[in-house]
């Protein structure tokens, strides 16, 4: 018996006369009609994703000039999807400083939003939002990865209850290549489509796809990546920036994907820290010195002059150790992200290496675990 198979686009095409091409999936406008959708737009740095939330917005005003027939497909109850809102954090206003204040930036432009955006706190002030705004239909919330664990039970309740639609042009992954935090592995959870993008990766010798975000700092023209224990949110501008305090963002592939002191961190700092909580703190608050002071003597500098002898880039791996603030980041990241340092300690450490409070207090308190530092005052 003969055997039919499904024809492909290639047997179609050649069976026209047509030469063999390679037919691609439509470009199409947004779909507004299917209610209660939680659309993930995920990628690195520089991969469009707040760019395609602007080619929502536009597809949005082209929609709402079609007739009421239009709207009875795109509307579930008084909330009418077409209608968009721009969310942005509130810790994010650093970044567009040169936009109108009602702008969705972006790094090939922005498009005004006009009433229709709000910056917020958590996801409190984003139920208030929701209140003020009944016929509102889509949100873009962007960087939605900055926002506490809440707010994904507040989206899902919203789109299966209102019809609401959800569109997060967000970082799944942060600069280490790990799930950014709770929030964005909820995201995941919830979430009923996914929309990745790439980029090119922007080392100067490649044309790779680029699925990671880069971090590092420019210190005296040179390249130095983030080490792995870099503060995970660092508030700063899209703008290139020098020195210690801001670092920078690039689009990398695996290759030109530089991330030293992983193996230092879990080696090394933390079972320091582990020690310190039993009651020997000696060993972290040496190397906390050693990393403020001389930087040489550390485990850190042993280790990725071992690990990284030899490599071709060995000289960018060891420019990680160029920028300032290196032992507060260790101790930032022992207390506010392992827990494995407990307040008082921070503060101890603090006021008896004379490290920066103020860079450290900043830091911090973007990251959510305010503190003040003076404390050390009173021992």
């Given at each position: 018996?003969?055997?039919?198979?499904?024809?492909?686009?290639?047997?179609?095409?050649?069976?026209?006369?047509?030469?063999?091409?390679?037919?691609?999936?439509?470009?199409?406008?947004?779909?507004?009609?299917?209610?209660?959708?939680?659309?993930?737009?995920?990628?690195?740095?520089?991969?469009?994703?707040?760019?395609?939330?602007?080619?929502?917005?536009?597809?949005?005003?082209?929609?709402?000039?079609?007739?009421?027939?239009?709207?009875?497909?795109?509307?579930?109850?008084?909330?009418?999807?077409?209608?968009?809102?721009?969310?942005?954090?509130?810790?994010?206003?650093?970044?567009?400083?040169?936009?109108?204040?009602?702008?969705?930036?972006?790094?090939?432009?922005?498009?005004?939003?006009?009433?229709?955006?709000?910056?917020?706190?958590?996801?409190?002030?984003?139920?208030?939002?929701?209140?003020?705004?009944?016929?509102?239909?889509?949100?873009?919330?962007?960087?939605?990865?900055?926002?506490?664990?809440?707010?994904?039970?507040?989206?899902?309740?919203?789109?299966?209850?209102?019809?609401?639609?959800?569109i997060f042009p967000t970082l799944i992954l942060n600069f280490?290549?790990?799930?950014?935090?709770?929030?964005?592995?909820?995201?995941?959870?919830?979430?009923?489509?996914?929309?990745?993008?790439?980029?090119?990766?922007?080392?100067?010798?490649?044309?790779?796809?680029?699925?990671?975000?880069?971090?590092?700092?420019?210190?005296?023209?040179?390249?130095?990546?983030?080490?792995?224990?870099?503060?995970?949110?660092?508030?700063?501008?899209?703008?290139?920036?020098?020195?210690?305090?801001?670092?920078?963002?690039?689009?990398?592939?695996?290759?030109?994907?530089?991330?030293?002191?992983?193996?230092?961190?879990?080696?090394?700092?933390?079972?320091?820290?582990?020690?310190?909580?039993?009651?020997?703190?000696?060993?972290?608050?040496?190397?906390?010195?050693?990393?403020?002071?001389?930087?040489?003597?550390?485990?850190?500098?042993?280790?990725?002059?071992?690990?990284?002898?030899?490599?071709?880039?060995?000289?960018?791996?060891?420019?990680?150790?160029?920028?300032?603030?290196?032992?507060?980041?260790?101790?930032?990241?022992?207390?506010?992200?392992?827990?494995?340092?407990?307040?008082?300690?921070?503060?101890?450490?603090?006021?008896?290496?004379?490290?920066?409070?103020?860079?450290?207090?900043?830091?911090?308190?973007?990251?959510?675990?305010?503190?003040?530092?003076?404390?050390?005052?009173?021992?």
């Open positions: 018996m003969a055997s039919f198979d499904q024809p492909s686009n290639e047997d179609f095409l050649k069976s026209l006369g047509f030469p063999t091409l390679e037919v691609h999936q439509t470009f199409s406008h947004f779909d507004f009609t299917r209610p209660g959708r939680r659309v993930l737009l995920i990628g690195p740095m520089g991969s469009g994703k707040t760019e395609f939330a602007a080619k929502v917005w536009r597809d949005a005003n082209i929609a709402k000039k079609k007739s009421n027939l239009v709207k009875a497909n795109t509307s579930t109850g008084e909330v009418d999807r077409r209608n968009v809102f721009f969310i942005r954090s509130q810790i994010d206003g650093a970044r567009f400083t040169d936009y109108p204040e009602d702008a969705m930036a972006y790094r090939s432009g922005y498009i005004q939003c006009g009433s229709n955006i709000a910056r917020i706190r958590d996801s409190f002030d984003f139920e208030k939002v929701l209140e003020d705004n009944p016929t509102v239909g889509t949100y873009i919330i962007d960087e939605a990865s900055f926002f506490d664990e809440r707010l994904a039970y507040v989206v899902r309740n919203a789109s299966l209850q209102k019809g609401i639609m959800f280490r290549r790990d799930i950014f935090n709770s929030t964005a592995r909820l995201m995941l959870e919830i979430a009923t489509d996914v929309i990745p993008l790439t980029a090119y990766c922007e080392h100067d010798d490649c044309l790779r796809d680029a699925f990671y975000t880069y971090r590092y700092y420019s210190v005296d023209g040179l390249e130095c990546p983030a080490l792995y224990f870099d503060p995970l949110i660092v508030v700063g501008g899209d703008s290139t920036k020098t020195g210690s305090e801001n670092p920078n963002y690039a689009s990398r592939c695996d290759e030109h994907h530089f991330l030293p002191g992983k193996e230092y961190t879990f080696f090394s700092l933390k079972p320091m820290a582990e020690d310190a909580n039993k009651g020997n703190i000696k060993a972290l608050r040496t190397e906390i010195d050693n990393l403020k002071y001389h930087m040489k003597r550390s485990q850190l500098y042993k280790n990725l002059a071992a690990r990284y002898k030899g490599d071709p880039n060995e000289e960018v791996y060891m420019n990680s150790l160029r920028p300032d603030y290196i032992a507060e980041k260790a101790l930032m990241y022992l207390f506010n992200e392992q827990n494995l340092v407990s307040e008082d300690m921070l503060v101890r450490i603090v006021n008896e290496l004379d490290l920066n409070r103020e860079y450290m207090e900043r830091v911090l308190t973007d990251n959510r675990r305010p503190v003040s530092l003076d404390q050390g005052l009173l021992f």
